[in-house]
C-alpha cells in the first residue's frame, strides 16, 4: 500500500499529498470529528490509494467517512472523487448545483479536459473519470449548512475561478476550505514575511470581479486559517487576502497590455499563441518580481520549476477572458 505524505493540523484536519504532477503541489484534507469523518477534494484516480491509506494511519474505517465535499470539479480536485465513493459506501458527495451534473455524467467535463490538457496527457495525469451515482450527491444551496457530528459546515458559493465553485466554512475550527477561490500558495515559497500567494486564472471561467467579490465574502467570516488545495493550511488572513486582489488587478493589467501591445488601436483580435506567449512572460516577469519582494532565494530555474505549469494555465485562463470581453 502506498504511504501517504501527510501533515497534520490542528481540528482534527490532515492534509493529504496527494503526489499529482509533484509533491506538494494539491492536498486533499481529512477532517476527523470524533467517530465521524469527512474528505475535502480528492486529486486523482492515482490519490485514491493515499486517501485510504490516511484513513487507515487515522484509525477510520471507511465506513465512517459521510461526506465528499468537492469545492469544484476540475479533475486535479475531483478527478478520483467516483473512485474514492465506491470505497466509502456511507458517504455523499457535497457539490454545487453547476458542478453536480459533470459527476454524474463526466462526459463533457472530460471533453473539456482533454480540450485543455490534450488527449495524452489527459490520459496520463487522469485515467478513466468515473461517475457518481446521483442518489449519493448533495447538491448545495449557498449558505447551505451541513453537520458532520456536532460540527458544521456552510458552503458558501464563489464565482470567479469557476462558475460551479463553493467554499466551505469550518465553523468548529473557524477556518476556510477554499479550493481555488483564495488561489495557491505552495510551501516552498514560504520566507520570514510569511505565505507567499497569487491567483489561479485557469480557463474558463475566470472573472476578475466575480473573483474579488468571491475573496471578499470569505474575508468577512474573519477565519483564523485558510485550506488551499494548493498547497494546504496559511494563516495571516487578511495580509493574504490584501495581496491576492492586488495579484488579480496585476494579472488583469498584464493581459490588457500584452493584447494592446498586438492590437494597437485597432479592433482586430489579436493571435491566440502570440497572445498567450506575451501574457505567459508578463506573469513570469512578475511573478519572479513579487517573489524576490517577499524574500524568495530559489534559483530562477526552481521558481520556473515550481511554477511553469501555474504560468501556462494562466496565461490561457487570460487569453479565454479577454475573448469573453470582445463579445
Known amino acids: 500500500m502506498a504511504i501517504p505524505r501527510l501533515t497534520f493540523h490542528p481540528d482534527g484536519i490532515t492534509a493529504v499529498d496527494t503526489e499529482y504532477l ?4 494539491d492536498a486533499a484534507h481529512v477532517i476527523v470529528a470524533g467517530a465521524h469523518a469527512a474528505i475535502v477534494d480528492t486529486g486523482t484516480n492515482t490519490s485514491v490509494p493515499l486517501i485510504l491509506a490516511t484513513l487507515d494511519e487515522l484509525g477510520v474505517l471507511p465506513d ?20 474514492l465513493m465506491q470505497q466509502l459506501p456511507n458517504a455523499r458527495a457535497v457539490l454545487h448545483p453547476r458542478g453536480a451534473p459533470h459527476m454524474i455524467d463526466p462526459t463533457k467535463l472530460i471533453a473539456g479536459s482533454i480540450a485543455v490538457y490534450g488527449a495524452e496527457n489527459f490520459a496520463k495525469f487522469y485515467g478513466e ?23 458544521e459546515f456552510e458552503f458558501v458559493h464563489t464565482p470567479g475561478h469557476a462558475l460551479h465553485h463553493h467554499a466551505i466554512v469550518d465553523h468548529g475550527a473557524r477556518s476556510v476550505f477554499t479550493g481555488d477561490t483564495f488561489g495557491i500558495s505552495y510551501r516552498e515559497f514560504d520566507t520570514s514575511r510569511g505565505a507567499y500567494i497569487m491567483p489561479t486564472t485557469t480557463p474558463t471561467q475566470f472573472d476578475p470581479e466575480q473573483l474579488v467579490a468571491s475573496i471578499d465574502r470569505l474575508l468577512a467570516y474573519e477565519p483564523r486559517a485558510l485550506y488551499l488545495t494548493h498547497y494546504s493550511r496559511v494563516t495571516d488572513v487578511p495580509r493574504l487576502g490584501t495581496a491576492l486582489k492586488l495579484q488579480i488587478a496585476a494579472f488583469v493589467r ?6 494592446a501591445a498586438l492590437t494597437g488601436d485597432t479592433d482586430a483580435a489579436p493571435d491566440d499563441d502570440a497572445l498567450q506567449a506575451r501574457i505567459r512572460d508578463g506573469l513570469r516577469d512578475y511573478a519572479f518580481e513579487s517573489l524576490r519582494a517577499h524574500g524568495c532565494t530559489l534559483a530562477d530555474d526552481a521558481i520556473d520549476a515550481l511554477l511553469w505549469g501555474d504560468f501556462e494555465l494562466n496565461s490561457a485562463g487570460l487569453v479565454a477572458w479577454l475573448a469573453r470581453q470582445r463579445r
Not at 509533484?22 to 503541489?25: D, I, K, Q, T
Not at 469545492?71 to 478520483?80: E, K, Q
Not at 473519470?129 to 460540527?151: H, K, S, Y
Not at 498584464?254 to 493584447?259: G, T, V
Open 22 to 25: 509533484r509533491l506538494g503541489m
Open 64 to 83: 465512517s467517512v459521510e461526506f465528499v465535499f468537492l469545492t469544484h470539479v476540475h479533475l486535479d480536485h475531483a478527478g478520483g472523487a467516483g473512485r
Open 129 to 151: 473519470v468515473m461517475p457518481i451515482d446521483e442518489n449519493r450527491i448533495i447538491v448545495t444551496t449557498d449558505r447551505q449548512r451541513i453537520a458532520l457530528a456536532e460540527r
Open 254 to 259: 498584464i493581459a490588457r497590455e500584452a493584447a
